[in-house]
């Protein structure tokens, strides 16, 4: 059994939904742990894109894929299209989709480099590219769609802004945050930035050469800002374990639940001939990192020799939601596509004996309650509403919950009481899961139900 102390005023949950990739909102847990889930990979589709630092970005019905791609040849010491001189020349493609399947590359002859599906071939923005859809209210209209390029000796990130998924322009002529020598060569990955709702500013993750230690070592660094412009201080979060080279953060905030800030970085063995696989991680609104499995890897190479390879294992940045029950993840150099049950990233997992999870207490703002989760076919689940204290609450009680078995991703519990009152808001309690065979993945008090 695992039982945490509970001394804390109630946990404001509002509506937020909460996924379990720790015991956050766990108070005691008995015969129920916490089970990481991997995705299921398809075989490529030949449509997909194919390239490096790949973003998609889920807009207005369609899905926008941003990849590096390269015009097959040098292109010359002076070239525009090269990261750096020697270089071989790139260039930022674009794709759409409608369902995250199938894919297109419409030609946009935006520039006159020969390549049709071009979306930006010049320095800084040719290496990588990284846009993001501003979901700031206050954002002008013509920088509703925002990006981030650039590397250390270019002069660091540079920033870019459209009205629209495809006509981007640079943001002035200087590094939005400018490189640092105390980082070493950085920010050649996949930088990443977005409009944080949880923390009201923006959030930028980038990669730096140097562990909070002071040990040499691929990390991931974090600075803030409220208008784009200007940036914070930077912030050296704890997030490697020992050995580790992590190239890219991916670190965007989940779309069910803003909350929570959801990567897969790409980790990097240099002493195992450059290999390289994938990890995940968590953070609420730019806490702590959380590493599910203690650190272990999330997607593995598998028996393809071609996955051992160095830089054969980035997935495309952002969770695409391809049907109510399914998000895709695509992995950006094999073309393959992962599966994973909407939320089903970590679970509160029972076996075949009965367990019992019960959360800390939480304070009930209205809302429906609303459970994401599976049971075999001989499991079932069953909740309670309890006082702090622990006692039932009058109507909400296990023995008169209607036992359920069977796989929801909104499954609203029904209790068989004549004298049950709806809860009222402000009401301070404790909710009891009593689960067998059972994988319970999010929980949340829904006002839209």
Not at 154 to 176: E, K, M, N, V, Y
Not at 265 to 280: H, M, Q, V
Request: include cysteine; charged fraction near 20%; charge should be negative.
């Amino acid at each position: 059994m695992i039982e945490w102390q509970d001394f804390s005023s109630p946990y404001e949950i509002g509506n937020r939904r909460e996924l379990f990739p720790d015991d956050f909102l766990t108070w005691r847990r008995n015969g129920v742990g916490l089970r990481l889930h991997e995705p299921s990979a398809h075989p490529p589709e030949k449509t997909q894109p194919v390239g490096y630092y790949m973003t998609m970005l889920q807009r207005d019905g369609k899905i926008h894929c941003y990849y590096r791609s390269d015009f097959g040849k040098f292109t010359g010491a002076d070239s525009p299209y090269s990261v750096k001189p020697g270089f071989i020349g790139e260039y930022t493609a674009y794709a759409q989709s409608t369902y995250g399947i199938k894919f297109l590359s419409p030609p946009l002859f935006l520039h006159d480099c020969g390549v049709p599906d071009v979306l930006l071939c010049m320095r800084p923005g040719v290496h990588n590219f990284v846009p993001f859809y501003d979901e700031n209210p206050n954002c002008p209209a013509d920088e509703r769609y925002k990006a981030v390029a650039g590397v250390s000796d270019q002069g660091g990130l540079f920033g870019f802004a459209s009205p629209d998924p495809i006509h981007f322009r640079q943001i002035g002529t200087s590094p939005l945050i400018p490189a640092r020598p105390e980082w070493g060569y950085c920010m050649d990955s996949q930088n990443v930035a977005f409009w944080s709702e949880a923390e009201q500013c923006y959030v930028c993750y980038f990669r730096i050469n140097t562990l909070p230690s002071g040990e040499k070592a691929r990390t991931v660094c974090r600075v803030t800002s409220r208008d784009f412009r200007h940036w914070s201080e930077p912030e050296y979060p704890q997030l490697n374990y020992p050995g580790e080279n992590l190239y890219v953060s991916l670190l965007a905030p989940y779309p069910r639940a803003k909350h929570f800030y959801i990567g897969t970085p790409t980790r990097y063995f240099e002493d195992r001939g450059s290999a390289t696989d994938i990890a995940l991680i968590f953070s609420r609104a730019g806490g702590e990192f959380i590493r599910p499995g203690n650190g272990t890897a999330w997607i593995k190479p598998g028996p393809d020799a071609e996955r051992w390879k160095n830089r054969s294992n980035y997935l495309a940045y952002n969770i695409v939601q391809t049907s109510p029950e399914e998000m895709s993840l695509y992995h950006a150099k094999s073309g393959v596509r992962y599966t994973l049950r909407t939320d089903g990233f970590v679970s509160l997992s029972a076996g075949m004996e009965t367990g019992e999870w019960i959360s800390k207490v939480i304070k009930f703002d209205g809302g429906t309650l609303e459970f994401n989760l599976s049971t075999s076919a001989g499991g079932s689940f069953q909740v309670e509403l309890q006082t702090p204290d622990g006692k039932p609450i009058p109507g909400y009680s296990l023995e008169e919950h209607v036992l359920f078995y069977g796989d929801r991703i909104s499954y609203v519990p029904e209790w068989n009481s004549a004298c049950r009152a709806p809860l009222v808001p402000g009401t301070a309690l404790r909710i009891r899961c009593v689960m067998r065979d059972c994988d319970l993945y999010s929980v949340c008090f829904n006002k839209t139900t």
